[in-house]
T-cell receptor, first 115, second 115 residues
Framework: DVKVTQSSRYLVKRTGEKVFLECVQD?????MFWYRQDPGLGLRLIYF???????EKGDIPEGYSVSREKKERFSLILESASTNQTSMYLC??????????????FGDGTRLSIL | AQTVTQSQPEMSVQEAETVTLSCTYD???????LFWYKQPPSRQMILVIR??????QNATENRFSVNFQKAAKSFSLKISDSQLGDAAMYFC????????????FGKGTKLSVKP
């Protein structure tokens, strides 16, 4: 089974802090994604990466950056945390080769609170 | 731009009964994939079922089946013999064909199962 591991289930930080959310997958997947999940808004894509050292902006990249130095790890960075970034963050990975119906596999999520 | 609409924010079903969750999408493409994901409370999001647009036959996975109406751009999920463990948020998602491509999610339907 695919394992996508997010470093923290719950995280509390203060306004203005630089925050790192880490995600690791163990299946050599090329594609990795960061989503934000808010009640009534569903999942919104922040950033994604098709492969190592590649990154693309999603729908809501403002206030975030990402890093993908190794294939298995995709980090989400909040440069200067603000209260409106309090949310659930989900990481996902996907095998990009072969059939186009390859699903995304999700981590457990990190519930981030910014005080 | 592609959009996915889930018109039922909440649904309820009696244990052992059947329930249908609605999903419509908007696209001008002919090659795409559709997915239903399940997110139990405080647990990981997992794939329930997937459908290739080029396939006329509706996908089934045990108690879960879809009614895929391509012309109507409708992709509903039917859960038969509902169980308490089916209680969750259900998300419909669309992905454009090709090896790369991001998921576009609906806002979700919260399903409750009454014993």
């Amino acid at each position: 089974d695919v394992k996508v591991t997010q470093s923290s289930r719950y995280l509390v930080k203060r306004t203005g802090e630089k925050v790192f959310l880490e995600c690791v997958q163990d299946m050599d997947h090329e594609n990795m994604f960061w989503y934000r999940q808010d009640p009534g808004l569903g999942l919104r894509l922040i950033y994604f990466s098709y492969d190592v050292k590649m990154k693309e902006k999603g729908d809501i990249p403002e206030g975030y950056s990402v890093s993908r130095e190794k294939k298995e790890r995709f980090s989400l960075i909040l440069e200067s945390a603000s209260t409106n970034q309090t949310s659930m963050y989900l990481c996902a990975s996907r095998y990009s080769q072969g059939a186009g119906n390859q699903p995304q596999h999700f981590g457990d999520g990190t519930r981030l609170s910014i005080l | 731009a592609q959009t996915v609409t889930q018109s039922q924010p909440e649904m309820s079903v009696q244990e052992a009964e059947t329930v249908t969750l609605s999903c419509t999408y908007d696209t001008s493409e002919s090659d795409y994939y559709l997915f239903w994901y399940k997110q139990p409370p405080s647990r990981q999001m997992i794939l329930v079922i997937r459908q290739e647009a080029y396939k006329q036959q509706n996908a089934t996975e045990n108690r879960f089946s879809v009614n895929f109406q391509k012309a109507a751009k409708s992709f509903s999920l039917k859960i038969s013999d509902s169980q308490l463990g089916d209680a969750a948020m259900y998300f419909c998602a669309y992905r454009l064909g090709g090896s790369q491509g991001n998921l576009i999610f609906g806002k979700g339907t919260k399903l409750s199962v009454k014993p």
